[in-house]
């Protein structure tokens, strides 16, 4: 996908369609990456609108769009 990291489109990969997904679930996928990195990886992508963001602090979900 243009204009993606490769972390990034390994992100959306690993997410399936319209389902929501936690962060918990995001740093199974990425044991070797800091929770700050994937959290600043979503945020770029919500901002993309790649995903969607529901719900704030612990009980934050994401969506594929």
Do not use: C, W
């Not at 390994?10 to 962060?23: G, S």
């Not at 600043?40 to 969607?52: E, F």
């Amino acid at each position: 996908i243009p204009g993606l990291r490769v972390r990034e489109q390994r992100i959306l990969n690993a997410m399936p369609l319209k389902k929501e997904v936690r962060m918990a679930e995001i740093i199974r996928h990425f044991p070797n990456v800091t929770v700050r990195t994937l959290r600043r990886d979503m945020d770029r992508l919500i901002s993309k609108r790649k995903v969607r963001k529901a719900g704030t602090t612990r009980s934050t979900t994401y969506v594929k769009v």
